[in-house]
């Protein structure tokens, strides 16, 4: 299948400080890519779908000037969290449309203190 | 909007089959996904049928899908330890998004 690679795959940051998250798609190309947040022992939670060369269309209720998404490329997405606070500790995953289908990359935890 | 449902928990004995069962609520669904998640670790994708199928086949896994009833299940012959996970059915509806079941631990004992 195809690979979905995240980096890094766990950070720890101060609260006040921003945090990026990339998305890379390995042997594919993705127009489309999706960030999803999951909090523990819960299913995942779409927060924005991001569009190669066009603004990410976020989910109601998610703030897209605190989740900032960029997709530049058509194997790179990024998520950068603005002004991290405690309460945006959570596990963001990232996955990549493949024609039908969509392959998630690894998943990376954010910790903020 | 719609709705995916899962049962949250599945205990089964090394070498039964484990049976994890989905409904969905969106008519116009076009595939219908299985996906499994290991602790700590991002969601991989088993299988998945296109909703014009009743049922696919694949090695260990089958998948059945009754339409009529938006029903879709995940079997496991001869589960094994390593199957031990979360299991996230999903809708593939219209357009892009996929909306994802609770997700179904499965725990697999001696």
């Known amino acids: 299948g195809a690979v979905v690679s995240q980096h890094p795959s766990r950070v720890i940051c101060k609260s006040g400080t921003s945090v990026k998250i990339e998305c890379r798609s390995l042997?594919?190309?993705?127009?489309?890519m999706f960030w999803y947040r999951q909090f523990p022992k819960k299913s995942l939670m779409l927060m924005a779908t991001?569009?190669?060369?066009?603004?990410?269309?976020?989910e109601q209720g998610v703030e897209k000037d605190k989740f900032l998404i960029n997709h530049a490329s058509l194997t790179l997405s990024t998520l950068t969290v603005t002004s991290a606070h405690p309460e945006d500790s959570s596990f963001y995953i990232c996955?990549?449309?493949?024609?039908?289908?969509?392959?998630f990359g690894p998943g990376t935890r954010l910790l903020v203190l | 909007g719609e709705d995916v449902e899962q049962s949250l928990f599945l205990s089964v004995r090394e070498g039964d089959s484990s049976v994890i069962n989905c409904t969905y609520t969106?008519?116009?669904?076009?595939?219908l996904y299985w996906y499994k998640q290991e602790p700590g670790a991002g969601l991989q994708l088993l299988t998945y049928?296109?909703?014009?199928?009743d049922m696919k086949q694949d090695q260990r896994l089958t998948v059945l899908l009754n339409k009529k009833d938006k029903h879709l299940s995940l079997r496991i012959a001869d589960t094994q330890t390593g199957d031990s996970a979360i299991y996230f059915c999903?809708?593939?509806?219209?357009?892009?998004?996929?909306?994802f079941g609770t997700g179904t631990q499965l725990k697999v004992e001696l």
């Open positions: 042997d594919f190309q993705a127009t489309t």
């Open positions: 969106d008519s116009s669904s076009t595939y």
């Open positions: 999903a809708d593939g509806g219209g357009g892009n998004k996929l909306t």
């Open positions: 049928i296109f909703s014009n199928m």
């Open positions: 991001s569009n190669e060369g066009s603004k990410a269309t976020y």
């Open positions: 996955s990549a449309r493949n024609q039908e289908t969509q392959y």
